[in-house]
C-alpha cells in the first residue's frame, strides 16, 4: 500500500534562519505531489506541485521554493524565512485516480 | 480557475443532533474529495465522491454533479466528530485541487 511520510512534524526556527521539510512516497510511482499551507486552522493555500522530477510549479510567490529530486521525494525550502512563514504545512500525493492523499503535516513556528 | 466555497462556516451542535454540510463549486469537476482535519491538524480521508451517494457509518455524502453540489451528512453527532471539514475538487482541466474554506463544527456533550 502506498504511504506518505513528512517532516519534521514540528519545529521552530528564527527569523533569517534556513528551512528545509522533506516529503517522501513510498508505494507507488510517479506521483504528483503538493505542498500545501494553512495558517490559522483554516484554509489550505496551495504552494508547489510536481508532475515529475525537476518539474516544480509554484502557485504563489513568496521566499519559499520547491524541489523534487527524486520521483518520490520532494522538498520544501527557504533561505531565509519570515514571521509570515509560520504555519501548518502538508505534502499530499496523488495518483492516476486524482485521489489525494495527504502527509502527517509540519507545524512551522518562526520566532 | 474553479472557485469552491462551504457552508456554513461553523456549527455548533449538542451531541446527538445531525447536520448537513454543503459545498458548492464553479465548474464541472472529475474529482470531489470530503476531508476531516481533527485537532492535530491532520487531514483524514472521507469520501472520494465525484457523483452519487456513498455512505460510511454515521456519515454520507451525495454530489450532484450536474447542479455542481456536494453534500456531507453527519447524523448522531459525537464530540470526535469536532474539527473541520473540508471539500476539495480537481477541475477537469487540470491536476490542482481546489479546496473550499472549511465549515468548523463543534460537537458539545
Known amino acids: 500500500s502506498q504511504t506518505i511520510h513528512q517532516w519534521p512534524a514540528t519545529l521552530v526556527q528564527p527569523v533569517g534562519s534556513p528551512l528545509s521539510l522533506e516529503c517522501t512516497v513510498e508505494g507507488t510511482s510517479n506521483p504528483n505531489l503538493y505542498w500545501y499551507r494553512q495558517a490559522a486552522g483554516r484554509g489550505l493555500q496551495l504552494l508547489f506541485y510536481?508532475?515529475?522530477?525537476?518539474?516544480i510549479s509554484s502557485e504563489v510567490p513568496q521566499n519559499l521554493s520547491a524541489s523534487r529530486p527524486q520521483d518520490r521525494q520532494f522538498i520544501l525550502s527557504s533561505k531565509k524565512l519570515l514571521l509570515s512563514d509560520s504555519g501548518f504545512y502538508l505534502c499530499a500525493w496523488t495518483g492516476t485516480a486524482n485521489t489525494i492523499y495527504f502527509g502527517e503535516g509540519s507545524w512551522l513556528t518562526v520566532v | 480557475g474553479i472557485q469552491v466555497e462551504q457552508s456554513p462556516p461553523d456549527l455548533i451542535l449538542q451531541e446527538g443532533a445531525n447536520s448537513t454540510l454543503r459545498c458548492n463549486f464553479s465548474?464541472?469537476?472529475?474529482?470531489l474529495q470530503w476531508f476531516h482535519q481533527n485537532p492535530w491538524g491532520q487531514l483524514i480521508n472521507l469520501f472520494y465522491i465525484p457523483s452519487g451517494t456513498k455512505q460510511n457509518g454515521r456519515l454520507s455524502a451525495t454530489t450532484v454533479a450536474t447542479e455542481r453540489y456536494s453534500l456531507l451528512y453527519i447524523s448522531s453527532s459525537q464530540t470526535t466528530d469536532s474539527g473541520v471539514y473540508f471539500c476539495?475538487?480537481?477541475?477537469?482541466?487540470?491536476?490542482?485541487?481546489?479546496f473550499g474554506g472549511g465549515t468548523r463544527l463543534m460537537v458539545k456533550p
Open positions: 465548474d464541472s469537476v472529475n474529482n
Open positions: 510536481s508532475v515529475g522530477i525537476g518539474q
Open positions: 476539495a475538487v480537481f477541475g477537469n482541466a487540470g491536476n490542482m485541487l481546489t
